[in-house]
């Protein structure tokens, strides 16, 4: 399967799409209460998982720590079909078969999963089912054999691109929900809806079904009576040739939907449209370009934000993106194209899952050298890579400085400044007077908060021999054969000296220069 490739404003979530047409109108309702899901927190942070790819769903989210994601996504196979697939691929059934062991583990450990209907391709190409599938019913009864396989207890529908234009689609959706919920309220199942939408950086489009508009798909669905729980606005891809501060975006881009929220849902306090809203972002350089970057500071910068708000879900595309293993690349399905470490937007994220209460981890890094010893001659020079991870929190500005180097060695560290998770080089140079002998060169590494080293250890060979004699001291006594080591030199007292510095008495002087030490 391809993963995401973007259009337009709006999110492109592509997989790959199966030929073989499932027979529409199929009634897939299965079991009624026979267990009824968990409910999710009151907030809580939920990544996407790419299901496509082969993945382990349990696996990636140990190694993660997300104890929620956002599964994506459930399509039909072909055009005119009622039957769901996820990721549109005939093999791949909603059964206990595929994804059922994985999630039952998430589930046993305290999590859950939120499979996610729609998406990108299927939104473009007409099998998002209630585009594909014109029997409301049918609609419903899919929805159905979702929460009952997997004991789930939310549903998430991707609706963008294409899917936005089609008034059809966008009733049978909500009337197919509104059944769902029924259904579910019937059976003692517990069973929340939201909705995954395009957005403006000052919250959804505006319009009439049909025409595009994202608010009118809310609108529709309260008309329906659907109890809609949470709108998720995709913060990112917005196409509009700017540059973007996609923290800030993020903040005007919720605070707008906020308040469209408020004049649809008039009898809600503040606090339960703020509980409504959700935020997806893209970590590091999105689909458009490095002009949509979202960055690791920006990351503790929104999870601040919905904290403070008391936003309900915090998302990202997708999990598989959550490492630094490509950069400057734009729009990958494995990478985030920026520095970081591994699994750091979801360990950042992590803590909304606890309610909000506790704040991202603290900033912090590391710094290693690779080699970390070197043997030079007397004269010659040598090199090691400085490398520097962020171990904490957000990618900081880290200052970079070498100490340690004896006499006739010289060390520097280029460039002195690097944003931790890049590199940098510790560059040492010796003179032929360089004493012979082994050191230890300390790198150190500075930000705001923090400070780490990591040592070189140093091998000068072919050197000048070193000083074994006393240095000397302008306030000692020294006597006929006292000796003293001054200025590289060994020298010997010919007789009774004080205050008489050796080199400066002269060949028939106090002081015998024994030569270099």
């Known amino acids: 399967m391809t993963g995401p490739v973007r259009r337009g404003r709006a999110r492109a979530l592509l997989t790959g799409l199966a030929t073989a047409a499932a027979t529409a109108g199929l009634a897939l309702t299965g079991g009624g209460a026979a267990h009824a899901a968990t409910p999710l927190p009151q907030h809580l942070s939920a990544p996407y998982f790419e299901a496509w790819n082969g993945d382990s769903l349990s696996g990636l989210a140990a190694a993660s720590g997300n104890k929620y994601l956002t599964m994506a996504f459930i399509q039909t196979s072909s055009v005119g079909s009622c039957t769901p697939y996820w990721n549109g691929d005939s093999s791949m059934p909603i059964s206990q078969a595929d994804f059922g062991a994985d999630i039952d583990t998430i589930q046993a450990g305290g999590g859950d999963v939120i499979p996610s209907f729609g998406g990108y391709t299927a939104d473009n190409t007409g099998t998002e089912i209630a585009d594909s599938c014109t029997d409301v019913a049918s609609i419903a009864a899919a929805y159905e054999k979702v929460v009952s396989t997997y004991d789930i207890s939310r549903l998430d529908m991707d609706i963008e691109d294409n899917s936005l234009t089609k008034a059809a689609g966008i009733d049978r959706r909500n009337k197919a929900l509104k059944m769902t919920q029924d259904w579910a309220a019937a059976n003692g199942r517990t069973l929340q809806i939201s909705y995954t939408l395009p957005t403006t950086t000052h919250g959804l489009t505006t319009g009439t079904a049909g025409d595009g508009s994202g608010l009118s798909v809310i609108q529709n669905a309260i008309s329906n009576g659907v109890k809609v729980d949470v709108v998720n606005l995709m913060t990112f891809d917005y196409y509009d040739n700017a540059t973007h501060e996609m923290a800030n975006d993020t903040q005007t881009a919720t605070q707008g939907l906020h308040d469209q929220l408020a004049k649809l849902y008039t009898s809600k306090t503040d606090a339960q449209i703020w509980n409504m809203v959700g935020i997806i972002e893209m970590p590091g350089i999105d689909d458009f370009g490095p002009a949509e970057t ?224």
Do not use: M
Request: proline share 4%; charged share 5%.
């Open 294 to 517: 979202f960055t690791t500071a920006d990351a503790t910068q929104v999870y601040n934000w919905a904290v403070g708000k008391g936003v309900n879900t915090l998302s990202f595309w997708a999990l598989q993106r959550d490492n630094g293993g490509c950069p400057g690349q734009g729009g990958s399905d494995t990478c985030s194209g920026i520095a970081q470490s591994t699994w750091q937007f979801s360990h950042t994220f992590a803590a909304f899952n606890s309610g909000g209460t506790t704040t991202p981890p603290t900033n912090d890094f590391s710094v290693s050298l690779s080699p970390a010893s070197a043997t030079v001659a007397a004269g010659g020079s040598t090199a090691s890579s400085v490398h520097t991870a962020v171990t904490a929190g957000a990618a900081q500005s880290v200052n970079l400085s070498v100490s340690g180097a004896p006499a006739g060695v010289t060390a520097s560290v280029s460039p002195g400044s690097v944003t931790a998770g890049g590199n940098a080089t510790l560059n040492v140079s010796t003179t032929a007077a360089a004493v012979s002998g082994t050191y230890t060169l300390t790198v150190t590494g500075t930000t705001s908060g923090a400070a780490h080293n990591a040592t070189f250890t140093l091998t000068v060979t072919g050197g000048t021999t070193a000083c074994t004699a006393a240095p000397w001291s302008s306030s000692a006594i020294y006597v006929g054969g006292n000796t003293v080591s001054h200025n590289g030199h060994t020298w010997k007292a010919k007789w009774w000296t004080t205050g008489e510095e050796p080199g400066t008495t002269g060949e028939w002087g106090v002081w015998q220069d024994l030569g270099a030490c």
